[in-house]
């Protein structure tokens, strides 16, 4: 069983930036590929953004291509996506997930993801 645990979210003017954290309480998490996605009110979930489980490798939303950054660091079983030049298109709620990393294909596919946390509200204003 995993555990996730979104922070870093908050209200922010458009341009500004934000650092999200998803914090995994397992002993393995380096067995797991991240990813990053996002549901404003009214609309369906949409992908962000994943990382595989070395950070080799790492996948982004032609929306966020050149603004937003996904990282992980492993000693501390933690996940991030730098956000840059936030636009109010950006609000949402945002979710990481977890899946074992040998999956390998359909990054942006919430379904094939096996965990998730419980959000972290992004707003940006105009």
């Known amino acids: 069983q995993v555990q996730l645990v979104e922070s870093g979210g908050g209200l922010v003017q458009a341009g500004g930036s934000l650092r999200l954290s998803c914090a995994a309480s397992?002993?393995?998490?380096?067995?797991?590929?991240m990813g990053w996605f996002r549901q404003a009110p009214g609309k369906e979930r949409e992908f962000v953004a994943a990382i595989t489980w070395s950070g080799g490798s790492t996948y982004y939303a032609d929306s966020v291509k050149g603004r937003f950054t996904i990282s992980r660091d492993n000693a501390k079983n933690t996940a991030y996506l730098r956000m840059n030049s936030l636009k109010p298109e950006d609000t949402a709620t945002y979710f990481c997930a977890a899946r074992p990393d040998y999956r390998g294909t359909d990054w942006d596919r919430g379904l094939t993801y096996d965990y998730w946390g419980q959000g972290t509200q992004v707003t940006v204003s105009s």
């Open positions: 397992v002993r393995t998490f380096s067995r797991y590929a």
